[in-house]
């Protein structure tokens, strides 16, 4: 069965904290794909990363940051030097070969304050 | 130019109406789909489609029917709306590339109240 766990419901900062959301995943296939999505208050769904199951190099843009790691079947994010706009609640979804659905973990609400 | 783009954004509606809910994407893709996010912002699929041929149906209940006239469009149509109907509806399409996967794009969400 496939499963996506973020375990952290919500994490509030102080502006230019740094800040980790956790996501743990769970899934036979060999091939899958995972992503983060940002849905900020207004609502829509932002993509803002894939990985697919062979590449485990880790990828910054700016002040994100994701760590893949198989061996412990995660696929951690951090925002450095948070900031009020990244306010927001953060999902984490794996999507096996091949499939083409998306299983969503149930979000990680982010409030950074200033 | 939304990539994807439903209407409308927000719907309050008696139960037992039937609604409409639009889907239109301008990225070329073939892949079209509907997600639900309910009151606890779980996320979740419903329907996928992949040149107007449905694909996926997640045990849905057959009072929600969506329809594809061509592949930039997937629209929801829900009979005898209920109350537990009231959720955020995401429209979203994709296209497989053969060398990185899928990656699945949203529309801004249709809010649907059912009073």
């Known amino acids: 069965a496939q499963k996506v766990t973020q375990a952290q419901t919500e994490i509030s900062v102080v502006e230019k904290e740094d800040v980790t959301l956790d996501c743990v995943y769970e899934t036979r296939d060999t091939t899958y794909y995972l992503f983060w999505y940002k849905q900020p208050p207004s609502g829509e769904l932002v993509f803002l990363i894939r990985r697919n199951s062979f590449d485990e190099q880790n990828e910054i843009s700016g002040r994100y940051s994701w760590n893949f790691q198989k061996s412990t079947s995660s696929f951690n994010f951090t925002i450095t030097a948070s900031q009020v706009v990244d306010s927001a609640v953060y999902f984490c979804a794996l999507e096996t070969y091949n499939t083409d659905k998306l299983i969503f973990g149930t979000g990680t609400r982010l409030q950074v304050f200033p | 130019d939304t990539a994807v783009s439903q209407t409308p954004k927000y719907l309050v509606t008696q139960m037992g109406n039937d609604k409409s809910i639009k889907c239109e994407q301008n990225l070329g893709h073939d892949t079209m789909y509907w997600y639900k996010q309910d009151s606890k912002k779980f996320l979740k699929i419903m329907f996928s489609y992949n040149n107007k041929e449905l694909i996926i149906n997640e045990t849905v209940p057959n009072r929600f029917s969506p329809k594809s006239p061509d592949k930039a469009h997937l629209n929801l149509h829900i009979n005898s709306l209920e109350l537990g109907d009231s959720a955020v509806y995401f429209c979203?399409?994709?296209?497989?590339?053969?060398?990185?996967?899928?990656?699945?794009?949203f529309g801004e969400g249709s809010w649907l109240t059912v009073v």
């Open positions: 979203a399409s994709s296209q497989y590339q053969s060398d990185s996967g899928n990656t699945i794009y």
